[in-house]
């Protein structure tokens, strides 16, 4: 049997470089692609090919996906969508600009590499499309709107992709972790300092005493907080099982969050998720 193919975005740190360590330790031939051409160096340099891909440069997009095809001979078994950052700041605080930027990197970006991969799935008789969404994705916590408004889109377009691929052999699935380790947190840093007026707001002490120090200071893990390994043991299920499952949920408080999301009024879950 030949060995299989998967592209996974952003690799630099976090689930995408667990995945990119994981998967080809199981025999997976793996394109490890980062947005920035330092971090394709170094994957590079530890064996992986790392094709440059910045979701929100769609040239960079076009040229990544034709590298990993001029390598595999015009196939791809598995992609998986997972680079991403935050905008953290009050949705009143958010410029619609801050908006659109993360859009484009979490959202359109995905969505155009995605349309990209369809036909040759759809050509070559089979394929998996994983999403890392994020509990995000269906309940929200306070000052994250910006991402929970990606994930919430990523949701629904995932959701309308798999029903309208359900005539053809590829399946599309969707993980949804809880608090992972990553870099994500101090990676939101440049964009909030670049998008938030946070002493002009009208919230400047909401600021001062929770989000600053959520950024800023080393608080430790997050509760429930598992290693990005968690979602590579989902991931390996999403792209070998015959029969994989629509949605994979990881740590503990996803699946809290989606029971109480199901048995709970909407004002009781806005007073459980405020308290986060």
Sequence with gaps: MSQKSILITGCSSGIGYAAATGLRDAGWRVFASCRKAEDCARLKSEGFDSPLIDYADTASITAGLGEVLEQTGGTL???????????????????????????????????????????????????????????????????????????????????????????????????????????????????????IDWKGSVRVEHYRAKLRK???EDSGPDTFELPPGAVVKKLRHAIESPRPRARYFVTTPTYVMAALRRVLPTRALDWVLSRA
């Design 214 to 216: 959520r950024l800023y």
């Design 77 to 195: 078994d598995a992609l998986f969508n997972n680079g991403a950052f935050g905008t953290p700041g009050a949705v009143e605080d958010l410029p619609t600009d801050a908006l659109r930027a993360i859009f484009e990197a979490n959202f359109f970006g995905w969505h155009e590499l995605t349309r990209a991969v369809i036909p040759i799935m759809r050509a070559q008789g089979h394929g998996r499309i994983v999403q890392c969404s994020s509990v995000l994705g269906f309940v929200t916590l306070p000052w994250r709107g910006a991402y929970n408004a990606t994930k919430f889109a990523l949701e629904g377009l995932t959701d309308t992709l798999r029903v309208e691929m359900r005539d053809t052999p590829i399946h599309v699935i969707l993980i949804e972790p809880g608090p992972v380790t990553s870099k994500i947190r101090a990676n939101s840093i440049p964009h909030f300092e670049r998008w």
